[in-house]
């Protein structure tokens, strides 16, 4: 038998009249779905990956060539330490966020045609053996064990102090960070750069920092979606207990005056031992090293504990809800969150009016070292 000639016909033998109808088609086509194109409805996966773009230096949106699966995995791996998600769900819902802002993009610019399937989790070994893992971190962080993270309390940052990793400059720089959150209330990383390139609208600099008589100003950006300049202090009044108590290490008045002499406006207020901007990752990392040298519970003390610890401390002196709120900036009752009920307060018989200890927080010591902070009075 003969063979039937083929039904299809090549594209070099298409009509010009054919061609032009068909790529005017596609440009109604794309333009139709230009108009048509609907943002998501949420964007706190994509902001999280659009900081973790800047990191690795790459544009905002991946492109088509690019390995959707590696950049997912690593994408997981910076949200583990640069967020405060706990949960491998979460970090599956903010792949799913991430998906859908950039199919929006593409169907914006008309080039979603182009673009490659995206995997799941539930289809994909790499993606799943990583969430898995991603659950085995959590774990390990306590994170599912419903334990909440403790106020960063004057008894554990010394505790903390001598098993601060790194240079004499690099321990004296993460103390004085971890010292600043727990005086002014800011948020870690708001004094600290995402990245070591980070523009300096991303973190504390110098020309931001003001010494008054008895008190420092801290203008910082907001952590928010429309970031403002907000501002922060400390008061010498806040800080001479410290240093009566622990001495002249602990006097973030002297040190902040020290750090500033000869300081470029721009240069940032917290530095590494190459005169870079100390990074939220910086932070994270010591902190768990000096936890797991002095076998504390991991997930117990975090970079935001110290925001914590000033919450709790007004609590625990008396203060107003409205005084907590308007000094830790609180937006709604979220604050009511992170303080953790204590056994007794700065009217109590006995008490410390300017601190309290772990002990004195009504949770679990059972994990706790031997040593008086966790010890009840």
């Known amino acids: 038998g003969t063979s039937r000639p083929s039904s299809s016909i090549p594209a070099d033998t298409i009509s010009p009249e054919a061609q032009k109808i068909k790529t005017g088609t ?49 994408f997981w791996e910076y949200l583990k330490i640069n967020s405060d998600i706990n949960t491998s769900k979460t970090m599956s819902t903010y ?42 971190f959590f774990m390990a962080l306590d994170a599912k064990k419903g334990e909440k993270r403790v106020p960063l309390t004057d008894g554990l940052l010394n505790m903390l102090k001598p098993h601060l990793p790194g240079s004499e400059h690099m321990k004296k720089e993460v103390f004085d960070c971890l010292l600043h959150t727990k005086l002014s209330g800011n948020r870690t990383g708001e004094l600290t750069a995402d990245t070591k390139k980070a523009h300096n609208k991303l973190f504390l600099t110098a020309d931001r920092v003001v010494i008054h ?46 750090r500033l002499a000869g300081k470029a406006a721009k240069d940032p207020f917290y530095t590494d031992d190459k005169g870079r901007p100390l990074t939220y990752q910086d932070v994270y990392k010591a902190l768990r090293s000096a936890c797991e040298a002095l076998g ?13 610890y000033k919450a709790t401390l007004m609590a625990y002196q008396g203060k107003s809800i409205l005084a907590i709120m308007k000094r830790g900036r ?9 303080v953790i009920s204590l056994i007794k307060d700065a009217k109590d018989r006995g008490a410390d009016p300017h601190a309290f200890k772990i002990g004195d927080l009504a949770i679990p010591l059972d994990k706790m070292p031997n040593h008086p902070e966790f010890h009840r009075n």
Not at 296 to 308: K, N
């Open 296 to 308: 504390l519970p991991l997930g117990l003390i975090g970079c935001h504990s110290g925001r914590i």
């Open 95 to 136: 792949m799913s966020n991430v998906k859908m802002w950039h199919l929006y993009e593409h169907q914006k610019s008309g080039i979603a045609g182009n673009f490659p399937h995206w995997p799941t989790p539930f289809h994909n070994d790499e993606l799943s053996k990583s969430l898995r893992d991603a659950d085995k």
């Open 213 to 258: 008589q008895g008190q420092i100003d801290f203008s910082t950006w907001s952590k928010s979606a429309n970031p403002v300049i907000e501002l922060t202090f400390v008061k010498a009044s806040e800080v001479s207990p410290l240093v009566t108590r622990y001495g002249s290490d602990w006097n973030l008045l002297t040190s902040t005056k020290k």
């Open 330 to 338: 609180w937006k709604s009752d979220a604050w009511k969150v992170y």
């Open 26 to 74: 596609n440009f109604m086509y794309q333009q139709s779905a230009r108009k048509s194109a609907v943002p998501p409805t949420s964007k706190s996966g994509f902001n999280h990956f659009t900081k973790f773009r800047k990191s690795i230096n790459a544009p905002t949106f991946m492109a088509h060539n690019e390995n959707i699966i590696a950049n997912m995995i690593n």
